[in-house]
């Protein structure tokens, strides 16, 4: 009669009523043998702990994932922070970034606040043990009623990520669960586990290409910037069974030392936890490297966030691995050999390792995490604050004091991407309403931008927009003087990988300044001609416009002679259509140019080009998940196809173009099996030379991969068993042949980086490699990027500049050893000298004006070899038009 009453009482109803517990809801233990949890399931508990948590939980659902999957964060915090959410938020933010803030007021909000942590699982899809562990941390928040769970959630603001990679995770699963009773049971999937950037999805932090990782860099970087932020993920099983902070050495400079410490702190609660719990096999301070790539939980130091890592040891997936005395060892950094040491008192003895195990001490590393936030929050608040007053300071009084992007730039489109880049990971920057000079005497004109250094993510900034040297020291170097490998690049320069210029300058800019609020977005103009219009050929969005007129049939021009303003390169637009040049003008920011006469001699006609490229198994090839993202992006319609397909032949009745992205000779022909999904690569390395990047790392270098062989595709044993036999992989004589037939009837191979070496191995090309054979004292360049000249009357390299960057990354350089040379062609150079621009370089004489990209004629058709990854993670823009400039007429 009176249900009005009631409703007070409600809430309080909720928070009696008996929450649903994991293995109620799904019907088995998390973590049991042979048992995962579909994400759709977990998605779906995720809901019913929400209506059942009394106010306690919330489920945030970002977005779509690239598979359309949804993209969870979820919050868990006690009633009456949840009701003041937006409140500590902006006490967070306050924190973060102190500016104007006394001492005072800092120690105000310290008081009040609540410490934000965030934890993330599994974004390396077969290492799944965080995302089967998340519904019971949440569970156990919700449910266990003593002081500690009561303490967390009075204290903490809890942002649990229960899967950072929804995608993979359902490949997964149905994966494991179509081969469970097979003999491959266990075996990883035999392609990417996001559909483009497989395991490099944790190389796109700073870049942010994937949907996954928008998501990521709003929470960590603009939203919530959390005080801590922990990504779970596992490694290879034969070492320690799960590796806690702090990162060993060698450590990468520029963040606040507090960060450094706070990460041995909480390293230090987990691995105590472990102890306490009775789990054998935790490390600290081993195997991972503190200068990482710019991945989520090793860019977050410089965002001023204790960014840290846990690795767990590998089951095959949800069945269990037994693990001989004798098959467990060290040989990683601070880990010699597999006996204890301090930093790993208490070694696991072997046996059975099942993924509850897994999930057992990954449970206890993440509540540890909380734990300590819980009882130390004002500390970890106010170290915020100082943290961030002090980088800020750092910034004011350091040198240089301010990056500027001027508004003149070889690619002024890619410099806006850049900014919004920037933006993205919440730097601060200001735009020039006016033109300006700076004291050394340089002119910007107006709309140039200016990135102050006196800001909380300072470090951050120096790394992004100034050139960077890797450490050549003890820590890099064996004790024999070889060149120990950097866990990833050696430099993660994203203006170089854009082709941005960058002024750094020491003295304070005088200008007028606005703080950029929004995402820059530029719209192109459509100047009304009788007699076309001019699309500048230097601009990587030209093709994308080009792309969409080709869409509407428009017939396009290029040039090739440069004459009258016109570079070659330029697209040539027929007047007419201007309706819908004004849509892509818009779409692409590109400007359509008014053509000033007519041009009839010096151009050629352009068209659309049949693009195939080569995908094969095996774990994927990451490189060719990244180029079908840029090939997306800029709207080039291509076909992936398989071995079947191609040794079938007669590809060029269907195809103008193939293309074979990085990749070993061994892997293309499947002589040797390609590396697997590199989770199963393992804390090998270390101090140790060629493939020392550990488990986390993937990006091994393809020479490396194909050392490393015997694991996926073809390969018998290894983590993952042997492979189904529908997906072992590779072209034989038979795909070889097909490819040979090919350019000689007229196609065109492009190759990318380590592929080079397949059109110059087994299709004859008069090509060679100079670097091989150099051990690493003679030659060592890990990703870095190295000078070049470009030969920008060649089409290849029409709307490049005349010198610029490339990215080295176990790539070759190149000489002509055909006797008969006519028909090759040296698009690019290395420089002459003081090659190295960022990162590390030893015996540059080996690489100095050696040949970086070449088009050799063969038959009827042509090869090239792009010597370098051009196409990068979908990061290096500054080289994107030599591939695209293969890809048209
Ligand atoms: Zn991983």
């Given at each position: 009669m009176r249900p009005l009453l009631l409703l007070p009482f409600l809430p309080a109803l909720l928070a009696a009523q008996t929450i649903t517990s994991p293995d109620q809801f799904f019907g088995f233990r998390l973590g049991s043998d042979k048992h995962m949890a579909r994400w759709d399931k977990i998605v779906e508990y995720y809901g019913v702990l929400e209506k059942q948590s009394g106010g306690r939980m919330k489920v945030i659902n970002m977005g779509p994932t690239s598979e359309g999957n949804p993209f969870l964060a979820v919050v868990i915090t006690a009633p009456a922070n949840m009701q003041k959410l937006e409140h500590y938020r902006d006490i967070n933010l306050k924190l973060s970034d102190p500016r104007g803030l006394t001492e005072q007021q800092a120690r105000a909000f310290a008081e009040e606040g609540k410490a934000v942590i965030l934890q993330s699982m599994s974004m390396h899809a077969t290492e799944i043990g965080g995302t089967q562990m998340a519904p019971e941390l949440a569970f156990d928040l919700l449910n266990r009623k003593d002081e500690e769970a009561r303490r967390i959630l009075d204290n903490v603001i809890f942002i649990e990520v229960p899967c950072f990679n929804p995608?993979?995770?359902?490949?997964?699963?149905?994966?494991?669960?179509?081969?469970?009773?097979?003999?491959?049971?266990?075996?990883?999937?035999?392609?990417?586990?996001?559909?483009?950037?497989?395991?490099?999805?944790?190389?796109?932090?700073?870049?942010?290409?994937?949907?996954?990782?928008?998501?990521?860099?709003?929470?960590?970087?603009?939203?919530?910037?959390p005080e801590a932020y922990v990504d779970h993920h596992g490694m290879g099983p034969n070492q320690a069974r799960i590796f806690l902070p702090p990162y060993a050495e060698p450590v990468r400079p520029m963040a606040d030392p507090i960060v450094w410490r706070e990460l041995a702190w909480y390293g230090a609660q987990m691995a105590d936890k472990e102890e306490e719990a009775g789990l054998s096999g935790a490390i600290n301070n081993a195997v991972y490297s503190g200068w990482g790539h710019f991945g989520f939980h090793w860019i977050t130091p410089f965002h001023n966030i204790a960014g840290m890592l846990t690795e767990s040891a590998a089951s095959k997936l949800a069945s269990p691995l037994y693990l001989d005395p004798d098959q467990l060892r060290g040989g990683a950094r601070n880990m010699p050999t597999y006996d204890a040491e301090t930093i790993f008192p208490n070694p696991w003895p072997g046996g059975w390792w099942h993924l509850r195990d897994i999930v057992d001490r990954q449970k206890v590393s993440a509540w540890a995490t909380l734990d300590l936030a819980a009882r130390n929050r004002e500390t970890i608040l106010f170290n915020a604050y100082l943290k961030a007053k002090r980088q800020t300071e750092r910034g004011a009084a350091g040198k240089p004091s301010a990056y500027l992007v001027s508004a003149i730039q070889h690619d002024p489109l890619t410099s806006v991407k850049f900014i919004n880049k920037l933006l993205v990971q919440g730097i601060e920057i200001q735009r020039a309403g006016k033109a300006f000079s700076t004291s050394n005497g340089m002119s910007y004109p107006a709309g140039s931008f200016v990135v102050s250094m006196a800001q909380p993510k300072m470090g951050l900034i120096r790394y992004l927009m100034g050139r960077t040297f890797f450490p050549d020291n003890y820590w890099t170097r064996e004790k024999d003087g070889s060149p120990i490998r950097p866990y990833d690049m050696a430099t993660d320069t994203m203006f170089e990988y854009m082709g941005v210029r960058v002024d750094p300058v020491d003295e304070p800019v005088e200008a007028s300044l606005e703080v950029v609020k929004e995402p820059v977005r530029v719209v192109g103009e459509v100047s009304k001609s009788s007699n076309g219009y001019v699309l500048d050929g230097r601009l990587n969005d030209s093709f994308r416009a080009a792309n969409l007129l080709f869409d509407k049939n428009v017939s396009l021009r290029r040039v090739d002679k440069g004459a009258k303003g016109l570079r070659p390169g330029d697209f040539l637009v027929p007047p007419g259509n201007e309706a819908d040049l004004q849509t892509i003008a818009r779409e692409t920011g590109v400007d359509f140019k008014p053509l000033a006469a007519a041009v009839a001699e010096g151009v050629h006609n352009t068209g659309r080009l049949r693009i195939a490229m080569y995908q094969r198994y095996g774990g994927g090839n990451i490189d060719e998940g990244w180029t079908r993202f840029v090939l997306e992006e800029f709207k080039f319609p291509y076909k992936s196809i398989f071995d079947p397909e191609i040794k079938a032949g007669n590809l060029k009745d269907k195809y103008d173009v193939l293309i074979i992205p990085n990749d070993s000779t061994q892997a293309i022909t499947g002589e040797a099996p390609p590396a697997t999904a590199p989770a199963a690569g393992g804390g090998r390395g270390g101090r140790g030379g060629a493939g020392s990047g550990a488990a986390e790392g993937a990006a091994a270098p393809p020479a490396a991969q194909a050392a490393a062989g015997g694991r996926g595709a073809g390969g018998e044993g290894g983590r993952g068993g042997p492979t189904p036999p529908e997906y072992r992989t590779g072209l034989g004589t038979q795909g070889v042949n097909a490819i040979r037939e090919f350019v000689q009837k007229g196609g065109t191979l492009v190759t990318f980086n380590a592929a080079t070496a397949f059109p110059i191995d087994r299709l004859g090309i008069g090509v060679r490699n100079v670097l091989t054979g150099k051990t690493t004292k003679e030659f060592w360049c890990p990703g870095s990027t190295l000078k070049v000249t470009f030969d920008n009357t060649n089409p290849i390299a029409y709307g490049m500049p005349a010198k610029g960057l490339a990215l080295f990354l176990n790539s070759p350089a190149f000489e002509i050893t055909a006797q008969d040379a006519e028909g090759y062609e040296t698009v690019a150079r290395?420089?002459?000298?003081?090659?190295?621009?960022?990162?590390?370089?030893?015996?540059?004489?080996?690489?100095?004006?050696?040949?970086?990209v070449i088009s050799a004629k063969s038959g009827e058709g042509r090869v090239v070899l792009i010597g370098f990854p051009a196409q990068h993670r979908a990061q290096m823009h500054s080289t994107y038009k030599l591939v695209f400039n293969t890809l048209v007429r």
């Open positions: 995608d993979g995770e359902i490949m997964v699963t149905d994966w494991y669960n179509k081969q469970l009773g097979t003999p491959y049971e266990g075996s990883n999937p035999p392609w990417l586990y996001q559909k483009y950037a497989g395991h490099d999805n944790n190389r796109d932090a700073f870049q942010t290409n994937i949907p996954d990782s928008k998501y990521m860099a709003k929470l960590l970087f603009t939203e919530w910037k290395y420089a002459e000298r003081e090659v190295l621009e960022s990162g590390w370089l030893v015996g540059e004489e080996n690489l100095a004006r050696k040949s970086a």
